[in-house]
Each structure stands twice: as structure tokens, then as C-alpha cells.
């Protein structure tokens, strides 16, 4: 089992959509968690990122991290056909530590 | 652009040639890392290093794969005897040590035939 299990989609919503993206991790240790965009043959963006449990908020983006279920999630209010691409998501233990661990990643869709 | 860079951008070899990937990270980093990402799979750890120091290495890491960070500034990844299954994207990010924020280079996309 991964560490880090996220559906991959594919997902196809109509422009406006609100977009739910999900990843369940295994780790108790996990305090950091990250959601990276990526378009195709492009390195990973950052988009959002947040610490221990709670919610942060970023223009049209949620992040959103339950720690007693160990459940990210990413919404995205508005979707526009740019925000098509792959979201993925990470976690990390800590400063001391160097290694991210990835979801396989969720191809989105908006069409227009 | 003072993002991470990587050189070159696409490399296709033959299987058995040696290969080598370069990374420059944002400047003030101190720290760098090595990832690999293959098609429909998010990227996996390979490497990572503290200014000049290799502090830990995935069992991903064979010993036909080596990574150096001289002096703490840019890093190379070297493949020898390449073979078909380490085609994949190569990506290098950075941070700074306490954030734990890491940004991702463009990535060196490799295709060994």
C-alpha cells in the first residue's frame, strides 16, 4: 500500500463547476500537506500548502486536511478550462526529514 | 527566472550509455532533491541533499545511479548502463531548510531505446 492513495480520474466537469479532489495517506507522522498542479510534460507547481489539520484558502482554492481521518482534500470554486491538468497531492514529516510522498495524481478536465 | 532549472530538458539514449542531468536550484536553497516520475504516476523520491551533503537516498537508487551536489550549488544525476526502465521524467526540486515547501524544476524527460 502507498503511503499516499489518490483516485486518478480521470474527472471532466463543465466551466464553473466546483471540483472536489481527494487523497488518504497512512502516516500518522504526516504534519505537512501540499497540492501541486502539473500540465502535461511540466514540472510540478506549487498551489497550495498547509500544516496539521484545518482549512486554508487561496483565491478559488480550498485545502482542506482531516488528521483523524487522514483525509486531504483540494476544492477548486469556479473551474476554468486553464485549471485543467494534473492535481497532486503530498505530505511530508517534517523539516528534519527530506522526502515528499506523492498521490498518483488526478487528471482534471473543464470544458468549456 | 530565478525558478529551478534543469538541463537538458530531453535526453534519448541507447541502452547501455551513461547519462548525467543537471539541476540548478533557486539560489538561496539549501536544499535539493531528485525525483522520478513516470507516465500516470506522481513523482517518487529518489535523493536529497543538504548544501553539499547527501543526507538520504530511496532504494529506488541503484547502484548504476549516482548523485553529487559539489560546493552545495547545482547538482548532477548520472545513469550508467542505462537501461528501457528508467525511461521516465527526472525532476529536481528545492527549499529552504525549516519550510518545507519544495519547488519543482521543469524536469529532464529520458527514453532509453
Known amino acids: 500500500q502507498k503511503e499516499v492513495e489518490q483516485d486518478p480520474g480521470p474527472l471532466s466537469v463543465p466551466e464553473g463547476a466546483i471540483v472536489s479532489l481527494n487523497c488518504t495517506y497512512s502516516n500518522s507522522a504526516f504534519q505537512y500537506f501540499m497540492w501541486y498542479r502539473q500540465y502535461s510534460r511540466k514540472g510540478p507547481e506549487l498551489l497550495m500548502y498547509?500544516?496539521?489539520?484545518g482549512n486554508k484558502e487561496d483565491g478559488r482554492f480550498t485545502a482542506q486536511v482531516d488528521k483523524s481521518s487522514k483525509y486531504i482534500s483540494l476544492f477548486i470554486r469556479d473551474s476554468q478550462p486553464s485549471d485543467s491538468a494534473t492535481y497532486l497531492c503530498?505530505?511530508?514529516?517534517?523539516?528534519?526529514?527530506?522526502?515528499?510522498?506523492f498521490g498518483r495524481g488526478t487528471q482534471l478536465t473543464v470544458w468549456p | 527566472d530565478t525558478g529551478v532549472s534543469q538541463d537538458p530538458r530531453h535526453k534519448i539514449t541507447k541502452r547501455g550509455q551513461n547519462v548525467t542531468f543537471r539541476c540548478d536550484p533557486i539560489s538561496e536553497h539549501n536544499r535539493l532533491y531528485w525525483y522520478r516520475q513516470t507516465l500516470g504516476q506522481g513523482p517518487e523520491f529518489l535523493t536529497y541533499?543538504?548544501?553539499?551533503?547527501?543526507?538520504?537516498k530511496s532504494r529506488l537508487l541503484s547502484d548504476r545511479f549516482s548523485a553529487e551536489r559539489p560546493k552545495g550549488s547545482f547538482s548532477t544525476l548520472e545513469i550508467q548502463r542505462t537501461e528501457q526502465g528508467d525511461s521516465a521524467m527526472y525532476l529536481c526540486a528545492s527549499s529552504l531548510r525549516g519550510r518545507e515547501t519544495q519547488y519543482f524544476g521543469p524536469g529532464t524527460r529520458l527514453l532509453v531505446l
Open positions: 503530498a505530505a511530508d514529516r517534517g523539516s528534519t526529514l527530506g522526502r515528499l510522498y
Open positions: 498547509t500544516y496539521s489539520s
Open positions: 541533499f543538504q548544501n553539499e551533503a547527501q543526507l538520504e
